[in-house]
Every structure is written in C-alpha cells, then in structure tokens.
C-alpha cells in the first residue's frame, strides 16, 4: 500500500492535466484520459487493500505497543494510525467523487487539504519510526518490514 500511495503522491501528473481540461471545458484526450486512468486505478487498489487491511485488523488484532513509549506518544499513535486509515478511504473516495462524477470540490479536497494531510502524516510516522528504532531501541522498524513481533 506505501508504495502505491507514494506512486500517486509524487506522479499524479496525469490526473492533473486530466483535471485542468476537464474542469476547464476541454475534452481531456485519449492520452491524457489513459494517463488519469493509472492515477485512478492505483487509487482504487489502495481502497481495495485499505478494506481489506481494515478488515484483518478487526480480526486478527494489533501487535502490542512497545512498553518503552510514554502513554501520551501511545495515544499519539493510536490516533495517527487511525488518522491514516481515514485517509486510506478518503482520498480514494474523494478522487473518485472528482474523476468519475465531476466533483469540483471534491478535486480541490483531493489535491489540496487531504493530500497535504498525508503527507503530514507520512512524515510523522517516518519520524516516530526514527525515535523507535534509535531512541527508544524498540524492534517497531522490523515489525513493521518483516511482521514478526
């Protein structure tokens, strides 16, 4: 899914220039409706896999938090990570709201605040993985690569 996401964060070239002729009253061309339909494919599989990250994280539960993080960095984290799953499903919606219904607002929302909130996020949660792995000592960066706890 990182990957994915950070494919549409750093090359939505594509669904911009979609974006300027379509909501400008230009015919996007071929080319350039092919170039936006990566952009909105890869969106749709980062739906598709939040769902089912979502789903197994309802099921098989969470790791436990490392015991060496003060409580309130804990419930940074329980927040952010649902701050992230949030935008797992907004974004995506919110992009399909613009590029298949014609959402002005909902482009604007997509390329503007919400964009910008993930990458605050995305960040963050570098910066948190940072003090983990050489402050704390924690093993949370080979939880999170490998999924052994």
């Known amino acids: 899914m990182a990957l994915l996401i950070l494919f549409n964060l750093l090359f939505p070239d594509g669904m911009?220039?979609?974006?300027?002729?379509?909501?400008?009253?230009?015919?996007p061309t071929s080319e350039q409706v092919s170039?936006?339909?990566i952009h909105a494919y890869v969106g749709i599989t980062v739906?598709?896999?939040a769902s089912i990250r979502l789903c197994l994280r309802f099921i098989q539960g969470v790791p436990p938090e490392p015991r060496?993080?003060?409580a309130?960095?804990?419930?940074?984290?329980?927040?952010?990570h649902w701050a992230f799953y949030?935008?797992?499903?907004?974004?995506?919606?919110?992009?399909?709201?613009?590029?298949?219904?014609?959402?002005k607002g909902a482009a604007f929302a997509h390329g503007g605040p919400i964009k910008t909130l993930m990458w605050v996020l995305i960040v963050a949660h570098i910066a948190g993985v940072l003090v983990?792995?050489?402050?704390w000592k924690?093993?949370?960066?080979?939880?999170?690569?490998?999924?052994v706890n």
Not at 90 to 97: D, K, Q, R
């Open 68 to 70: 060496e993080e003060p």
């Open 16 to 27: 911009v220039i979609w974006a300027r002729a379509f909501f400008s009253g230009r015919t």
């Open 86 to 103: 949030a935008l797992f499903f907004i974004m995506p919606l919110s992009g399909i709201a613009a590029y298949y219904f014609g959402s």
């Open 35 to 37: 170039a936006a339909n």
């Open 72 to 80: 309130f960095i804990r419930a940074v984290a329980r927040i952010s």
């Open 47 to 49: 739906l598709l896999l």
């Open 138 to 147: 924690t093993d949370l960066l080979k939880r999170m690569t490998s999924g």
């Open 132 to 135: 983990h792995q050489f402050y």
